[in-house]
T-cell receptor, first 113, second 114 residues
Framework: GDSVTQMEGPVTLSEEAFLTINCTYT??????LFWYVQYPGEGLQLLLK?????DKGSNKGFEATYRKETTSFHLEKGSVQVSDSAVYFC????????????FGKGTTLSVSS | NAGVTQTPKFRILKIGQSMTLQCTQD?????MYWYRQDPGMGLKLIYY???????DKGEVPNGYNVSRSTTEDFPLRLELAAPSQTSVYFC?????????????FGDGTRLSIL
């Protein structure tokens, strides 16, 4: 079945450092890919998405490119801030009707000043 | 904008008690979902609904029940609480399933079974 694998955390960075969180997927067909962010004590919020190969999703300085050849959707940010500290989830959605999101296990990011 | 609202935010139950977790959305979404989140395990789908009167099991439905009498509401029922049901529960909704439509999440219910 479909699955998502993302790098285990926690990831600890200093402010203004470069961030990469790896995400790879297994799916039949052409899924849509998402990154969600969860701040402490809150629900998940959509950060960015990409719906087809070579699409780049971007938001709040974060970017991820849908790479079909490597089945990857790595999250990057050039300069992290303390306020980016959160848990990040990679997820995929099959293009079949009636299917829900499949999530990775989440990666905790902690940014210190 | 309310979006997806879950109540209560926190609850402690004794083993064998029952309770209902409430979820309501004001976006007129047909699709609604219940997930549980356990540490280091991501989110697992419990039940979902494609519209009023229609529900289906997800990956981990045992010990839970749902109903969907209106488009807005999708309550989750625990009949005989067990320690294994200690978790954070999230309700979500979306315009459709599959494809590029994102899901919108509530802030969660933190449930402890003692």
């Amino acid at each position: 079945g479909d699955s998502v694998t993302q790098m285990e955390g926690p990831v600890t960075l200093s402010e203004e450092a470069f961030l990469t969180i790896n995400c790879t997927y297994t799916a039949t067909g052409y899924p849509s890919l998402f990154w969600y962010v969860q701040y402490p004590g809150e629900g998940l919020q959509l950060l960015l998405k990409a719906t087809k190969a070579d699409d780049k999703g971007s938001n709040k300085g974060f970017e991820a490119t849908y790479r079909k050849e490597t089945t990857s959707f790595h999250l990057e940010k050039g300069s992290v801030q303390v306020s980016d500290s959160a848990v990040y989830f990679c997820a995929l959605s099959s293009n079949q009707a009636g299917t829900a999101l499949i999530f990775g296990k989440g990666t905790t990011l902690s940014v210190s000043s | 904008n309310a979006g997806v609202t879950q109540t209560p935010k926190f609850r402690i139950l004794k083993i064998g008690q029952s309770m209902t977790l409430q979820c309501t959305q004001d976006m007129n979404h047909n699709y609604m979902y219940w997930y549980r989140q356990d540490p280091g395990m991501g989110l697992k789908l419990i039940y979902y609904s494609v519209g009023a009167g229609i529900t289906d099991k997800g990956e981990v439905p045992n010990g839970y029940n749902v109903s969907r009498s209106t488009t807005e509401d999708f309550p989750l029922r625990l009949e005989l609480a067990a320690p294994s049901q200690t978790s954070v529960y999230f309700c979500a909704s979306s315009y459709s399933t599959g494809g590029s439509q994102p899901q919108h999440f509530g802030d969660g219910t933190r449930l402890s079974i003692l």
